[in-house]
């Protein structure tokens, strides 16, 4: 079983930034793939970014197009800690962002393939 507690949300004003952290418990976190979630009012669950630690050939990353280039999503297998900063942020970047974690190693947009799920962190942005 693994609990995951996001932490790090905010109100910020549009052009700000804030970090997301995601603390994992379990012995096992650095075999997880590990993502971050978003979810505005009246959408549905939206993909933002995942990162998979293969002892072959280190950190893999993948974004969401609407993130690209303004997000980073990094983990620190020694403290159990997923992170995603997210800078240049916009209105529309606002939502409740989840953390999640996938009992494989192998990061995927598809939520359904994560298991484990953070009770969300409220991110807001005024314009």
């Known amino acids: 079983q693994v609990q995951l507690v996001e932490s790090g949300g905010g109100l910020v004003q549009a052009g700000g930034s804030l970090r997301l952290s995601c603390a994992a418990s379990?012995?096992?976190?650095?075999?997880?793939?590990m993502a971050w979630f978003r979810q505005a009012p009246g959408k549905e669950r939206e993909f933002v970014a995942f990162?998979?630690?293969?002892?072959?050939?280190?950190?893999?990353?993948y974004y969401a197009d609407s993130v690209k280039d303004r997000f980073t999503i990094s983990r620190d297998n020694a403290k159990n800690t997923v992170y995603l900063q997210m800078n240049s942020l916009k209105p529309e970047d606002t939502a409740v962002y989840y953390c999640?974690?996938?009992?494989?190693?192998?990061?995927?947009?598809?939520?359904?393939?994560?298991?484990?799920w953070g009770q969300g962190t409220q991110v807001t942005v005024s314009s």
């Open positions: 999640a974690a996938a009992s494989t190693n192998a990061g995927t947009m598809n939520p359904n393939r994560y298991t484990y």
């Open positions: 379990g012995r096992t976190f650095s075999s997880y793939a």
């Open positions: 990162v998979a630690t293969f002892s072959w050939s280190g950190t893999s990353t």
